[in-house]
């Protein structure tokens, strides 16, 4: 499954997340800061629509998920050439987990849930809030 | 009941709700839903409990039935217990600030881990009587407001 928001800002982000209520959610966070969104239930469909040829200047991946994880699908992104900022989103996650998730590429780990302050951060920090798109 | 009534009776009952965040009834995530909420969206809360509501239900009846299995297949009731604590815990993401839910699946899946039969269907009578409870808490909360 992936829907598109069209805006006019130019940054473009991937929710990865198999929880509904999660993405209705970050999906308004997402919309507010005036970002295009695309979203994934789990880290085969992100794959997918990455070798689609669908780019991103932000990438927010959940840790568990069925059919492939987040730091699964971070590998093989990884090993596509893929250089987008990928967020790791978790709830209760050990720091084994975190460790495992950074190792495999991932850039920053945010514990869920992503407040809208949490999220202003991340935007902040990989240079989206002005509304330039990352080079890939 | 005239508007100055009826504001300061929603007040009193938030206040009250949020008293109970002691006891752990909501947390400080359902506050964040609300911050979302605009006049671009009015109802956002509304929405996300409504669907917070269906897509749980739909998981406690599955988890009924994965337990009633002679054979039960544990790994799917994980799955189905981290997606309802995935939508209790607040999402940003999360969702509605249902802590206590929260709680409850977290022993649930060490239960599940053990493959424990007895064990989930009691976790499976607990995580509904929570999840009932605020389920009835946040629609008395919505007809207020």
Redesign the interface.
């Known amino acids: 499954m992936a829907a598109l928001a069209i805006s006019s800002c130019g940054r473009r982000a991937l929710l990865v997340d198999d929880n509904v209520i999660n993405r209705m959610v970050v999906r308004k966070l997402v919309e507010e800061q005036g970002i295009a969104l695309e979203e994934a239930e789990n880290g085969k469909e992100a794959v997918e629509l990455v070798k689609e040829g669908r780019v991103f200047d932000l990438i927010l991946m959940d840790r568990e998920m069925p059919v492939m994880d987040g730091p699964q699908a971070t590998k093989q992104l990884r090993s596509l050439g893929v250089t987008t900022p990928i967020v790791a989103l978790s709830a209760d996650a050990m720091q084994s987990d975190k460790d495992s998730f950074l190792q495999a590429g991932a850039d920053d780990f945010v514990e869920k849930p992503l407040s809208v302050d949490k999220f202003a951060l991340v935007l902040t920090k990989y240079g989206l809030q002005d509304g330039q798109a990352a080079d890939q | 009941m005239d508007l100055g009534n009826l504001q300061r009776g929603y007040i009193d009952y938030i206040s009250a709700l949020f008293h109970e965040m002691e006891k752990g009834f909501l947390d400080s995530?359902f506050t964040?839903?609300q911050?979302?909420q605009d006049e671009s969206?009015p109802e956002?809360v509304l929405?996300?409990a409504t669907?917070?509501f269906e897509?749980s239900e739909k998981l406690l009846n599955e988890l009924s039935r994965t337990l009633d299995q002679q054979a039960v297949d544990f790994k799917k009731v994980d799955?189905h217990v981290?997606?309802l604590?995935?939508?209790s815990?607040?999402?940003?993401?999360?969702?509605?600030g249902a802590q206590r839910v929260k709680n409850v699946c977290?022993a649930f899946r060490d239960i599940c881990e053990e493959t424990n039969k007895e064990g989930c269907l009691r976790c499976l009578q607990q995580v509904k009587q929570e999840f009932y409870l605020v389920k009835s808490k946040l629609e008395t909360l919505f007809r207020v407001w």
């Not at chain 2, 815990?89 to 509605?96: E, H, K, L």
């Open positions: 995530q964040q839903l911050q979302l969206n956002f929405e996300v669907l917070f897509d799955a981290h997606q604590k995935g939508s815990s607040r999402i940003i993401s999360n969702s509605i977290i």
